[in-house]
C-alpha cells in the first residue's frame, strides 16, 4: 500500500535554514505538497510540485524532487519562530485522496 | 478570497450519541474530501464526494455517514459516537475540472466525545 515517511523532529536556530526530507512509496503519485499545521490549527497548503517537476522555488520555499528515490524535502530559508509548527508531507494520484505522513514538528529556536 | 468553512469549530458530545459535521467549500470546488486527525496523528482519508456522489472512501466507519448537496456543501453524520471519535475532522475541497486541482482545507472541528 502507499506510504508517506518522515522524519518526526527538527529543531534548528533561527536564520539558519530548515529541510525536511519525506520517502514515499507509491510509484504512481503525481502530487506532491507539503502542508503545515500550528497548535491547535488546520492544515495550510504550503506548495505542492507535480511528479514531472524536480524542483519548485516559492519565496523562502524550495521543494526538491528525487522521483528516482522517491524522496521529497522542504528547504525553509532564513527560518523564523513563526515557523515552528508539524510539517506534513503528502501524496496523491491524480485527483485523489492525500495520504499523509505523520509530520515533522520543526521547533526554532531564537 | 474564499476558504473552506467548516461548521462548529468545536463540539462536545456524550457517548452513544450522534454528531453532524458541515463542511461549506471553497466556491466552484466540486469536490469534497473528508479526514480524521487523532491526537498527535496525521490526518487519516475517511470518505470524498465528487459531485454529489461518493467518490472514494477510506477508513470510515460504518457508524458515519456523509453525503454532498447540490449545493456542494457536505455533512458527516456521525451516530453511536464512541470516546475514540474524539479528533479534529477535517473538510477539504479541491477542483477536478478549474484551477484548483490541490486540495484546500478548513479549519476542522474538534470533536470531543465525554
Known amino acids: 500500500g502507499e506510504d508517506v515517511e518522515q522524519s518526526l523532529f527538527l529543531s534548528v536556530r533561527e536564520g539558519d535554514s530548515s529541510v525536511i526530507n519525506c520517502t514515499y512509496t507509491d510509484s504512481s503519485s503525481t502530487y506532491l505538497y507539503w502542508y503545515k499545521q500550528e497548535p491547535g490549527a488546520g492544515l495550510q497548503l504550503l506548495t505542492y510540485i507535480f511528479s514531472n517537476m524536480d524542483m519548485k522555488q516559492d519565496q523562502r520555499l524550495t521543494v526538491l524532487l528525487n522521483k528516482k528515490d522517491k524522496h521529497l524535502s522542504l528547504r525553509i530559508a532564513d527560518t523564523q519562530t513563526g515557523d515552528s509548527a508539524i510539517y506534513f508531507c503528502a501524496e496523491s494520484e491524480g485527483y485523489s485522496t492525500l495520504t499523509f505522513g505523520k509530520g515533522t514538528m520543526l521547533l526554532v529556536s531564537p | 478570497a474564499a476558504g473552506v468553512i467548516q461548521s462548529p469549530r468545536h463540539l462536545i458530545k456524550e457517548k452513544r450519541e450522534t454528531a453532524t459535521l458541515k463542511c461549506y467549500p471553497i466556491p466552484r470546488h466540486d469536490t469534497v474530501y473528508w479526514y480524521q486527525q487523532g491526537p498527535g496523528q496525521d490526518p487519516q482519508f475517511l470518505i470524498s464526494?465528487?459531485?454529489?456522489?461518493?467518490?472514494d472512501k477510506g477508513s470510515i466507519p460504518d457508524r458515519f455517514s456523509a453525503q454532498q448537496f447540490s449545493d456542494y456543501h457536505s455533512e458527516l453524520n456521525m451516530s453511536s459516537l464512541e470516546l475514540g471519535d474524539s479528533a479534529l475532522y477535517f473538510c477539504a475541497s479541491s477542483s477536478n475540472t478549474g484551477e484548483d486541482t490541490e486540495a484546500f482545507f478548513g479549519q476542522g472541528t474538534r470533536l470531543t466525545v465525554v
Open positions: 464526494f465528487y459531485e454529489k456522489m461518493q467518490s
